[in-house]
């Protein structure tokens, strides 16, 4: 099909002059410039777009924003291929490609619908009831339940789109910019003041886009582009269309997603397809409009079943009828504007139903003159359809009926139950809102210095109200900045007076249960039904936050825009009491849905977390070195040169680290300077080992405890002056360590002097390690390197051509070692000179693997011991821990921390050499059967040369008294079971005359 049958001959902001074709399930259909996706539908006669969730019931366009409960298509193909977008907020390109969702084979024959004759089976809280019988059959159910879960189906496939993140600041933020929030907009862009404004349409203005109406002697579309025109020109005005405001947060920030290129096939070159803004602003400025209310009555549900606002913009802002033969429905005056735009387009209202037995005004009046009957005191009880409304039943109000008195056919029903304020981003900083019983809503609460709210959010629910208010505040707000305002007086002067309303009817009033047989739905998107609420009460949910995840209540994609109020008000008619006695949910960010992409910015692929190279890693690349990413640094895993692979590198390696010398880059350690007259005593609190006893020029191993008294960290801090120490630490919690030392400064200990800063970028730091590494150091240095002069666990300085070194005599991996510390622009060149000096030592560098495996021989815990549950006692080191108070030495006492039956850091040897032990094999005692979690686990395991064997390091409850016995370790993945006998943890130089040589 591609002749427009409802769309009017002229009228709207469309561009008829710029035709666009897409496609919708597969036909052709062409639409215009400036067109959604969901007016280009209408415009064409597509009613039917999608299904409903749970009973797979026909769904077509119900609004026309973002509150869209009902046409979520699915847009593109292939690796731009998007599920669950509105249709109502998809701007019209040519190409545009979109699906319909949630039903199988076709939309029009979708074979889910048979869940409607299983309604009975699938009313609220089915899923919590069902699949609980019979015991253990879940894991059996829940295959079945999450393929049917969801709206939509993703792609696996990469995303092509870019996508940026930035930061903005400014004076005046105003979120919505419609006839409130440009009015703001106007006066404080006058006075200087560094403005944005962000509107989640294509255009501004809001309600003004469609509105018929005039302001003063102008028309609203004429005063429309006056203003947006004025404030375009001004370079301290921002204006962001497109562009939805989704996060209220701390420090006065506001998170906004801006779809830059989403109104296009493909983003421009160097375009990104979206942008998150933080904005961070002195003062914001909520003109987030209202958002209208349905009804609920029977088959309310029905394609032909429209919002009356959306029926209205469909007509005025983009041409398109949604219907021929229209019955409107409300108890509020706003449907009777609808009404008239119809009328005014040509369009056969046949009636008005309003709730309300007395009605009157200047406009409803008019409606009279035009003669369109208005059925007062009357509702509608029943829509009559299968895939399209054909007519509409109608009771008096008030009443519970079994019959209809009176039934008018029709193709449309525009429906408004009353309007309902945007709080939610005011709502988001924990500010509950007001309940305001002339609106039967909810509406923005008291403002604060920080953020002002205006508009219909406020519960303005005219126009020129609307633009008065905007005005004052603007006002208002440029005074508080210290800016002269200008004189809008004579602008207020200039504004008609707004018609008396008739007051609306509550809801409560206006929404028993009409007919017998059939469906109400509360919330369209989830298929909650008034029957849904009223089973919660009698079970008991009767809390709003209980009733939204028992009934799936607004747990939707539209997150209960439209469906929120009319589910608080059936619960207080359960209940028996007011809405405003319900209470609310909790708004949470985001507002509307946001796409991953957009979320993650530039942070994709390496861009997710940037890369750390250390200043060696250009000569580690030239030399052949494989690299491998360890807590975001790239480190050499192996050296090709070494072996053909890393098996074969890293025994290389460890053989000549073992008897000659080798050097390895550890400039990832994290490095902290400790300075301060209280540095020392700080120091003796944070380790749970002395350190006021450490002499200048010598350095210690020490163990961090969190508070809860598992260990938290471990490495050497060196005493350079009385008052200056250096402190080194694992490389994974280089930041968390720090983290943590500022937070005990700052909160438990303010009062000691001490400073303490990261230097680990400053330093680069070399591992120097074997039997010869004496002599290459004296090759390489100007410094005595003597065992006298630098003992084990000394410090000192020494030259490196002009730059000053510090050398520390520390080993990880149990031989004659040294770590060198050098300014990072320096460590290259040292790293160079080392390592021709020692050619003819034959050195090796050495990676990752062999690292790993030298400590493992040593016996050395290290990351994988250190998980995060693990005791001193548990790794062997409960004797370092001194009689003093430090960060963790009460609750390291606790009975469970000290029970014999803990798991311990054993070694194991396989029975068997050449077996090969897997890390994270289960341990299991050596008779008995393989099941459950057994006794503990290996965390580490090597080829050693040295003892020409597979060995490993374990955690095993009670550990100590399986010492030389046999063990089973149990590898479930491979089926493979291992006999190992528990040694002694350090299996290497147990000693200590290797690192004291």
Known sequence: ???????????GRIDRDTPRNFTFDGRRYTGYEGDTLASALLANGVRLVGRSFKYHRPRGIFSAGAEEPNALVALGTGNRSEPNTRATTVELFEGLTAHSQNAWPSVRFDLG????????????????????????????????IRRAAGMGRATHQADPDNYESAHDFCDLLIVGAGPAGLAVASVAARSGLRVTVVEEHSQLGGGLR??????????????????????????????????????????????????VSDHRAESLPGEPRQRVRLIRAKKVVLATGAIERPLVFVNNDLPGIMLASGVREYCNAYAAIPGRRVVIATNNDSAYQCARDLAESGVTVLAIVDARPHVHGSLIEAIERRGIEIIRGHVVTRAVGSRQLRSVCL??????????????????????????PVIHLQSQRSVKPVFDAALDAFVAAQDTSECVCVGAIRGLTSTVDSIVAGLRTGEDITTQFGHSASDISGLIGLLPKTDVANPLLPLADDRSLRAGSGKAFIDLQTDVTESDVALAHREGYVSVEHLKRYTTLGMGTDQGKTSNLNGMAAMANQRGTSVPAVGTTTFRPPYTPVAMGALAGGATGAHFRPARRTPIHAWHVAHGAHMSEMSSWMRPWYYRSSGADVNAAYVHEMKVVRNGVGMVDVSTLGKIDVQGPDAAEFLNRVYVNN????????????????????????????????????????????????????FLLDTSWPDLQVHVTSVTDQWGAIAVAGPLSRTLLASALQGDFSKETLPFMGCTAALFDDVTVRVHRISFSGELAYEIYCPANDAARLWDRLYKSGKALGVIAYGLEAMGALRTEKGHAAGPELDGRTTLDDLGLGRMAKTKPFAGSVLRK?????????????????????????????????????SGHGIGHVTST????TLAGHIGLGLVKRGQQYAGRKLRAVYPLLGETVSVVVVDPVFLDPEGERVRA
């Open 691 to 742: 350190w006021h006893s450490l002499a200048v020029g010598k350095a210690r191993y020490g163990v961090m405890l969190r508070d809860d008294g598992f260990v938290f960290d471990d490495g050497t801090t060196s005493r350079l002056a009385d008052h200056h120490f250096f402190m080194t630490t694992t490389t994974a919690n280089a930041a968390p360590v720090l983290s943590r030392l500022e």
């Open 942 to 945: 090597t080829w050693s040369p």
């Open 395 to 420: 009771a008096p109000t008030g009443v519970s009926h079994g019959n209809a008195t009176r039934r008018i056919d029709c193709d449309l029903l525009a429906v408004s139950g009353g309007w309902s």
């Open 1 to 11: 099909m591609s002749a427009q049958n409802f769309r009017r001959p002229e009228g």
């Open 113 to 144: 619908a048979v869940n409607g004759l299983l309604s009975p089976l699938l009313s609220a809280g089915f899923y919590y009831k069902t699949f609980m019988w019979p015991a253990g059959a879940w894991e059996w159910y829940e295959k079945f």
């Open 894 to 930: 606790r009975e469970a921390l000290c029970s014999t039956d803990r798991a311990v850091l054993v070694g194991l040897k396989p029975e068997d050499p050449s077996e090969r032990l897997r890390p994270g094999c289960i341990v299991f005692p050596e008779d008995g059967p393989i």
């Open 210 to 259: 469609f509105e018929r109406e005039h302001i003063g002697s102008d028309s609203a579309e004429t005063w429309l582009d006056r203003i947006t025109a004025e404030l375009a020109k001004r370079p301290n005005v921002t204006l962001l269309n497109r562009t939805t405001a989704f996060g209220y947060y701390d420090g006065n920030t506001v998170g906004v997603v801006e779809r």
